[in-house]
């Protein structure tokens, strides 16, 4: 079974740029040459998803069901096959792959309960009234559709979850949109498998063939030929700010411009308030560290800033962390160039002005990352913007701030996060209200005691937040409202039963729940058409 | 009353720009001059909006609907001024801005209903599960925030329902976001008595005075400042595709790219089947006849594009479109460069290869647009791709398909439209059923034997459609839905029940319509957080 169909006879073959990938595990080359796609290979792959996108994107919900479900299904087959090679290629322990499994599975899970239960097409009914005057008023009735082939950025942090089955794949498919991978040059083998399950879960469940496919790319040129290409309709990345910022820009110079979400981390800051830190700062800075040096800080929740409102418990709350991060064993890196990038950043925020080392924790290998906790007074956070920027890694900063005024200057100081959280009782709000709507006019979801990193698959999760956190705060890319991405409303206007998609028809075939007037209702919508 | 408050002093004052309205009516220009807006007043409107949204996001749907509501009552309590004002500065008719009058303060009080019933900030929640291994379940509960201080450009062919105070500033206030109008240059007094009376409504029911402020610009300077400026989270624009293209790339250059919708009209191609045109080819000619003429054609949705698959009753109806053009009288445009451009835009298309003229209707003032109609062959309408180029007026082109594939090759050649329209007998479909497909592929609304002009301001409307007729298909500029165009989603994370906004409450004190698993529900959700 060949990865992607090649245009070309054995010639075209030889000139072939391969790729490999380098496992931080063993600090070697791996088995595997995957071949770069060509330009014409893009072209060919985009024409394949146009060709398939009317049949399935009017596939039934349940169908599509079928078809995620037996993914999942096929990926547990991979069974250790699966795992060992995802180990080999980004160096994170077992432990936390078997969990990526099982979330990857379980996401796949979800989106097929969401279709098959259907009511995520938002349908509304309006009904006509011919007597109306001076016109009558006509039927209408409106639901979502999928806007045709989308292109995937795998992420190197998640190469099960968000990467080529993960949540952007599961929605993109679960919406009736064919899908065009761009493969995550960390984990071609993990992907290459992966790839493999979805084919078989195709062909089992009797999806065209061509609804999945990826491409691999060198750099950020084929990325590139995939967002131009006029047959794609909407793109998503994850990744760096200015991996997904570069990206956009072609999403938007195109002839037509397509949504393109970016979801490009951030800082995650938490707000620590007296109260709390009196009570438990010793429990809080525990919490902290774990959630900051986690597999390496590789995350895209991770809490980078820690804010604290001076008080009673801040040293109690400082020394705990400082004991915790002096504790913490150093994790592999997913990559040499993440790691690298790492020292550098980490070296930056260190040598800033009037920022002081609280402790680093022990070395280890070349390509660990090493936990690292500095401290800075809110007075020069303020005056160095660049103390904002993402450090991807196991590394915090904590931002000191006397009093109220200075927690809240710096508060209005931050760009968009895609979590802000709180480490407070409810009666450290009592004077500072503003506070919690401050951190929600900046983030997509506010944490309440609690750590950011761990971000739930769920239908009220919002994983997006205002710039830079994300291109578009308005769409999640985790849990089952990710579907919205790859869907627009359309309106049906006087158009018969017969030829209404189910979901809109008067008798309600589907079962779904249906907005009519102001109220959700299951039942039939009794007032058919006047024909 | 001022209109903004304009910082300097009587030295600034004496250097300002003043625009004058030119009335296609009486061939003068009118009284009332409007001081164009400096860098600095386009500034301190933000300002001021800014100010204002903390507390008007925070608002009660209730409060805000008496806003609304408010300024429904007081456009009415403006009379006669209003609509000869309107008359004077765009040549409408008396009959038409009565009537649009009507759809303006209709659109209030629907957006009014719409936020005092309030399930319109899906609410969705998702309960906690402290036993959940390995890690805690936990509480989740999102909803839609609004996002921010937002543009508005008044648009020039609807100076009441799509100018001040409609659609998309009634919309965006619903939504609890301040608004700052571009005032459309055609009818700055019709303008100025608006906003006089959204001013007199705000301060009847106790909302902060700058939650609408508007700013006179002369060309795109003062629109390219509001757009560009950090403060505006949002914006909105109906016009030509050059504005709404410039605009939109304003708001993609900013360092925070925001959301832009452009309403930048299409072609609404009308697709005429052959059993309904021998049925009745004369009634739809006649239909489609006075839908691209009505008002001077000035209608986003406009029919100007008549795909027609030949057979018998095809002459039958051409005559029939030719007759009620030859009677047609000329109408009033509602400015000079709209006539001129008008003019141009009708000899391009008559000149185009192989392209003849129907008939024209009586020659009117020389402000008039005179009914033109013209035919091409679907092989010579493919090759000129210019063809599809809206002609704003009353123009309109039929496109003369010899079989079915050519019909379909004509299809597959359209942009994105605002309307798609199928002419037909339910039996023309049975050999043609992707025809169906293919239109819902390229448009916001399908009609079924009726007319594009005349969008239902309905839940259940979509107005908005692919590029490029929109730069956003993904949300309506009419109907209740246009709300969701100013907010975002948030999540909550085991936030307490008392910091909680009302609408995510477990006990649902404002008995709104919400999401739990799903299930929409206006009971109280029955979990209570854990705390």
Redesign the interface.
Same mark, same amino acid.
């Given at each position: 079974m060949k990865d992607i169909t090649i245009p070309g006879g054995k010639n075209a073959e030889k000139a072939r740029k391969l790729m490999r990938v380098f496992s931080p595990l063993t600090g070697t080359e791996l088995d595997g040459e995957y071949p770069v796609a060509r330009s014409e290979e893009v072209q060919y792959a985009v024409e394949q998803a146009m060709a398939v996108y009317?049949v399935f994107s009017?596939t039934s919900g349940a169908k599509r069901a079928d078809f995620l479900e037996a993914i999942g299904e096929e990926i547990l087959a991979l069974g250790e096959d699966l795992i060992q090679r995802a180990m080999a290629e980004t160096g994170l322990p077992e432990s936390r792959l078997l969990?990526e499994r099982g979330r990857t599975v379980g996401q796949l899970g979800q989106f097929a309960?969401h279709i098959r239960?259907g009511?995520w097409v938002d349908a509304?009914?309006?009904p006509a009234d011919p007597d109306r005057k001076?016109?009558p008023?006509?039927d209408?009735?409106?639901m979502l559709?999928p $806007?045709?082939p989308v292109a995937i950025f795998g992420a190197g942090n998640f190469p099960l979850a968000f990467s080529t089955a993960g949540g952007d794949t599961a929605s993109a498919l679960a919406a009736g949109c064919p899908v065009i991978l761009k493969a995550h040059e960390g984990h071609l083998g993990t992907n290459a498998l992966v790839n493999r399950a979805i084919r078989l879960a195709a062909r089992r469940t009797g999806v065209p063939e061509h609804v999945f496919q990826y491409v691999v790319g060198d750099g950020y040129i084929t990325g590139r030929e995939l967002v131009a290409h006029p047959g794609i309709k909407a793109a998503s990345f994850t990744g760096s700010f200015g991996g997904g910022k570069a990206l956009?820009?072609v999403a938007?110079s195109r002839t037509?411009?397509i949504?393109f979400f970016a979801e490009m981390g951030s800082t995650n800051p938490v707000v620590v308030l007296p109260e709390a830190m009196a009570a438990r700062g010793d429990v809080i800075g525990q919490q902290l560290v774990w959630s900051f040096t986690l597999n390496a800080g590789q995350f895209c929740t991770n809490p980078g800033l820690i804010i604290v409102r001076e008080g009673e418990g801040m040293q109690k709350m400082i020394d705990a962390m400082h004991q915790a991060v002096l504790a913490r064993q150093a994790e592999l890196m997913y990559g040499k160039g993440i790691r690298t990038n790492f020292d550098a950043r980490t070296q930056e925020m260190l040598q800033a002005k009037s920022v002081t080392l609280i402790g680093k924790g022990p070395d280890g290998g070349p390509l660990d990352g090493q936990a690292t906790l500095a401290r800075v007074h809110a007075v020069d956070f303020l005056i160095q913007p660049e103390l904002q920027h993402e450090v991807f890694g196991p590394f915090s900063l904590i931002v000191i701030c006397p009093d109220d005024d200075s927690l809240k200057q710096v508060l209005r100081s931050l760009?968009?996060q895609l979590t802000a959280t709180l480490m407070a009782e409810?009666r450290d709000?009592a004077d500072r209200e503003?506070i919690?709507?401050e951190l929600?006019?900046r983030?997509?979801?506010?944490?309440?005691?609690?750590v950011p990193t761990?971000v739930?698959v769920?239908?009220? $999760?919002?994983h997006g937040g205002?710039?830079?956190a994300a291109?578009?705060?308005?769409f999640?890319s985790v849990g089952t409202?990710a579907i919205r991405r790859w869907?627009?409303?359309?309106?049906?206007?006087?158009?018969?039963e017969?030829?209404l998609p189910k979901a809109l028809q008067s008798a309600n075939p589907l079962k779904i729940?249906r907005?009519i007037?102001?109220?959700?209702t299951k039942e039939e919508s009794g007032m058919r058409n006047q024909e």
């Open positions: 009317p009017t969990g309960a239960e009511s509304i009914l309006d001076p016109f008023k006509p209408l009735r409106q559709v $806007m045709g956009l820009q938007n037509e411009p949504p760009g968009g409810e709000l503003d919690l709507a929600v006019n983030c997509g979801r506010l944490v309440w005691n609690g761990g739930e769920s239908p009220a $999760m919002q205002p710039w830079p291109s578009d705060s308005r999640t409202q869907v627009r409303p359309v309106s049906y206007q006087n158009v018969p017969a030829l729940w907005r007037g102001t109220e959700w």
